[in-house]
T-cell receptor
Framework: GAVVSQHPSWVICKSGTSVKIECRSL??????MFWYRQFPKQSLMLMAT?????????EQGVEKDKFLINHASLTLSTLTVTSAHPEDSSFYIC????????????????FGNGTRLTVT | AQSVTQPDIHITVSEGASLELRCNYS??????LFWYVQSPGQGLQLLLK??????LVQGIKGFEAEFKRSQSSFNLRKPSVHWSDAAEYFC??????????FGKGTRLHILP
């Protein structure tokens, strides 16, 4: 089945530094990728949607200058947390949708295993 | 706006007992509905989905869910739980344009 690889699985960084998280679709072309944030013991909150070759669409309340998203190819999207602060510590999960939309019977979204970010 | 409500934050059942996790949605049209499972520190795994057709949907790991339009519900069931089923379960609805909105989740605990 389709696999989404997310890297790194965990990262610790110092306050003020930037961190890049990668999301790769391994065996399909991901025309759309989604980035979610999950606080401890809470649900996933959609942060932004990226389509290959175009600018990401951010959800209301998400700082686009802080969470930079790039979707340069059909298999790779990156999320960069710029000037990280302790309040950015969270679990970030990406998901990818292929050439068939999630509305299609045969193609649900595929999720990565997430990245645990800790900012000290 | 579309929304998903999972009224139970925690559910505890004994191993071998039956399970039902509740999910209610708010959506104007026929919704696309999903159930996902998340193990600690892991990503999400799709258990099952409903797009149309038969309202009783079979999924992986012995799970099933029934779409009831009159009750705006999509409850997840399993006839006999295993200790390995302990996890967080999320109900979700597709908002449109492939954007999936998640409920707050239900943590399932299994008693030996």
């Amino acid at each position: 089945g389709a696999v989404v690889s997310q890297h790194p699985s965990w990262v610790i960084c110092k306050s003020g530094t930037s961190v890049k998280i990668e999301c790769r679709s391994l065996d399909f072309q991901a025309t759309t990728m989604f980035w979610y944030r999950q606080f401890p013991k809470q649900s996933l909150m959609l942060m932004a949607t990226s389509n290959e070759g175009s600018k990401a669409t951010y959800e209301q309340g998400v700082e686009k200058d802080k969470f930079l998203i790039n979707h340069a190819s059909l298999t790779l999207s990156t999320l960069t947390v710029t000037s990280a602060h302790p309040e950015d510590s969270s679990f970030y999960i990406c998901s990818a949708s292929g050439t068939e939309s999630a509305s299609s019977y045969n193609s649900p979204l595929h999720f990565g295993n997430g990245t645990r970010l800790t900012v000290t | 706006a579309q929304s998903v409500t999972q009224p139970d934050i925690h559910i505890t059942v004994s191993e071998g007992a039956s399970l039902e996790l509740r999910c209610n949605y708010s959506y104007g049209a026929t919704p696309y509905l999903f159930w996902y499972v998340q193990s600690p520190g892991q990503g999400l795994q799709l258990l099952l989905k409903y797009f149309s057709g038969d309202t009783l949907v079979q999924g992986i790991k012995g799970f099933e869910a029934e779409f009831k339009r009159s009750q705006s519900s999509f409850n997840l069931r399993k006839p006999s739980v295993h200790w390995s089923d302990a996890a967080e379960y999320f109900c979700a609805v597709e908002r449109g344009d492939d954007k999936i909105i998640f409920g707050k989740g239900t943590r399932l605990h299994i008693l030996p």
